[in-house]
């Protein structure tokens, strides 16, 4: 039995094998089935791209399929960038101009609370979707710190620590993470769902 995970990046994978024991499940993602055409990530919210990518794959492939959407959300920006955390910044933007726009858009603000989100979807072959989310609270501090981790890491703080996601350890990151979060939840909700096709623990 196989299951897809919707995915092109190995660092996400990584954190799904860390946390799921696949058992006899055959592990496969977007990179196994190079002609099916890269999802298009236009959904207003994290749930409507997670659902949009788990249904894709899960039809196109004809197997159940796991996929996720992250982002950030600040208070005082309304829960921007939310959705739009990849492209905050513009359409050809990166990390570097996206910190950049989220320390321009609070500046002056006293609020500086934010946090984390996953949504994690599993859609069997017919498209019959699943969802839970993942959350982890923080704040944004005024300066970039860190070099760890990717994206907004240099500018969160978790709640409970006094480093950024980006000095603290991976391991630390990984343990207390929105994603590690989605995928605990995952593994606790869905492993005998999974476990009946072939095998999970
Ligand atoms: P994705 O849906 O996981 O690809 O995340 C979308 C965007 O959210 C990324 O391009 C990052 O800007 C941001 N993001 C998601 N997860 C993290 C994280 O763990 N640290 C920092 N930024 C993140």
């Not at 196989?2 to 799921?20: G, M, Q, S, Y």
């Not at 990390?95 to 006293?110: F, W």
Request: glycine fraction near 8%; proline fraction near 3%; hydrophobic fraction near 40%.
């Amino acid at each position: 039995m196989k299951l897809v995970i919707a995915t092109r990046n190995a660092h996400k994978l990584e954190e799904i094998r860390a946390i799921f024991d696949f058992q006899s499940l055959e592990v496969c993602t977007a990179f196994d089935f190079p002609d099916i055409p890269d999802v298009v990530e236009d959904g207003e919210t994290l749930e409507a791209n997670a659902i949009k990518k788990a249904v894709t794959l899960a039809k196109a492939t004809g197997c159940w399929t796991l996929a996720d959407d992250s982002g950030l959300e600040v208070a005082a920006l309304g829960g921007a960038p939310g959705v739009y955390s990849a492209r905050y910044a513009g359409e050809h933007c990166n990390y570097a101009d996206n910190n950049a726009k989220l320390l321009d858009e609070l500046s002056g603000k006293e609020n500086r609370s934010a946090c984390f989100r996953t949504v994690i979807a599993l859609s069997d072959p017919e498209g019959n979707v699943q969802t839970l989310d993942g959350s982890c609270p923080g704040t944004i501090i005024e300066a970039l710190r860190g070099s760890n981790g990717f994206g907004y890491d240099p500018l969160f703080i978790p709640t409970g620590y006094t480093e950024t996601f980006a000095q603290l350890d991976s391991e630390i990151k990984n343990r207390i993470s929105h994603r590690a979060n989605a995928l605990q939840k995952a593994h606790d909700e869905w492993s005998s769902l999974l476990g009946s096709m072939g095998g999970m623990t």
